[in-house]
């Protein structure tokens, strides 16, 4: 299993950035697929998130602090996630990973990229 995220980088505020999660090693289309990001010094927390269209329809949600400026989207052909990201501020800074979950009666599913790094800074 191996989630590969890329598209971070340094931006100045105001700026856009698109991360990409590219996903192998199980059903992509099946799993909830979320974004977390860590400050530092912070938790890490979601940032948002997109269901597998099987459970409930490719559905989205986001953190207060970034409705209306970031947009999560997938591509199940691709086995890859979006992470759209607009009007940066510099407390966007983190490190953002990729999260893939899915839970069955058995058991859980819960795998994790190794992030990629976003530095909003003038």
């Known amino acids: 299993v191996q989630l590969v995220e890329s598209g971070g980088g340094l931006v100045q505020p105001g700026g856009s950035l698109r991360l990409s999660c590219a996903a192998s090693?199980?059903?992509?289309?099946?799993?909830?697929m979320k974004w977390y990001r860590q400050a530092p010094g912070k938790e890490r927390e979601l940032v948002a998130a997109?269901?597998?269209?099987?459970?409930?329809?490719?559905?989205?949600n986001y953190a207060d602090s970034v409705k209306g400026r970031f947009t999560i989207s997938r591509d199940n052909a691709k086995n890859t996630v979006y992470l759209q990201m607009n009007s940066l501020k510099p407390e966007d800074t983190a490190v953002y990973y990729c999260?893939?979950?899915?839970?069955?009666?058995?058991?859980?599913?819960?795998?994790w990229g190794q992030g990629t790094q976003v530095t909003v800074s003038s």
């Open positions: 997109i269901s597998a269209i099987s459970s409930a329809g490719g559905a989205t």
């Open positions: 999260n893939a979950l899915r839970a069955t009666v058995f058991r859980q599913y819960d795998y």
């Open positions: 090693g199980f059903t992509f289309s099946n799993f909830d």
